[in-house]
């Protein structure tokens, strides 16, 4: 079946430290996406990349990293420089842009940051 | 700037009553509008969308969306709660002009007892 396989589900890390967290689809969708949902705050975007070998920042993209180098693959790092990483990762797709092409969702990563 | 305000952060019924969460928009021109549903430690799946076909928008698991441009609404509604309804629930909206990007509400956790 197709779907968007996130990696690892759990993921812990001392401060200080970069961390990559692993997104891969086999939906052949164009657009992927990261977003980051912290309680109470809905789901905020950090990156998205309609295109390979492109992407564009989201909303909340400092402290954060990208690339998009294969159609399938686009892991994002979260860099020693993000101030608050501990959260919920989600990376999406879609078949298009997601305005009106609805996105699918992996299952995320819980990051915690000690 | 277009936005999404959903109306209660937690909403409780009791199985078998009618589920109703509630979500405004914001925004100049017309929208294309979501409907997302969370269960925990999972990624959103989505339940329906309005791409302006239809004002009436029917999903899955019984539930159904109807856009209201007056009021600028796109409510979620479902005529009898099971208990399998329990989860979070995003409304999302975004624009054709505005890059592909959707804009989340803060989610609304449905709680349904027996």
């Known amino acids: 079946d197709g779907g968007i396989t996130q990696s690892p589900k759990y993921l812990f890390r001392k401060e200080g430290q970069n961390v990559t967290l692993s997104c891969e689809q086999n939906?052949?969708?164009?657009?992927m996406y990261w977003y980051r949902q912290d309680p109470g705050q809905g789901l905020r975007l950090i990156y998205y990349?309609?295109?390979?070998?492109?992407?564009q920042k989201g909303d909340i993209a400092e402290g954060y990293s990208v690339s998009r180098e294969k159609k399938e693959s686009f892991p994002l790092t979260v860099t020693s420089a993000q101030k608050n990483p501990t959260a919920f990762y989600l990376c999406?797709?879609?078949?298009?842009?997601?305005?009106?092409?609805?996105?699918?969702f992996g299952n995320g990563t819980r990051l915690t940051v000690t | 700037a277009q936005s999404v305000t959903q109306l209660g952060s937690h909403v409780s019924v009791s199985e078998g009553a009618l589920v109703l969460l509630r979500c405004n928009y914001s925004?100049?021109?017309?929208?294309?509008l979501f409907w997302y549903v969370q269960y925990p430690n999972q990624g959103l799946q989505l339940l329906l969308k309005?791409?302006?076909?239809?004002?009436l928008v029917k999903g899955i698991n019984g539930f159904e969306a109807e856009f209201k441009k007056s009021e600028t609404s796109f409510h979620l509604t479902k005529p009898s709660a099971h208990m399998s309804d329990a989860a979070e629930y995003f409304c999302?909206?975004?624009?054709?002009?505005?890059?592909?990007?959707?804009?989340f509400g803060q989610g609304t956790e449905l709680s349904v007892k027996p």
């Open positions: 999406a797709s879609s078949i298009g842009r997601s305005y009106n092409s609805p996105l699918h």
């Open positions: 939906l052949n969708h164009d657009a």
């Open positions: 990349s309609q295109i390979v070998n492109d992407f």
């Open positions: 925004s100049s021109v017309p929208p294309y």
């Open positions: 309005y791409t302006s076909a239809a004002t």
């Open positions: 999302a909206v975004s624009l054709y002009n505005q890059g592909g990007k959707l804009i």
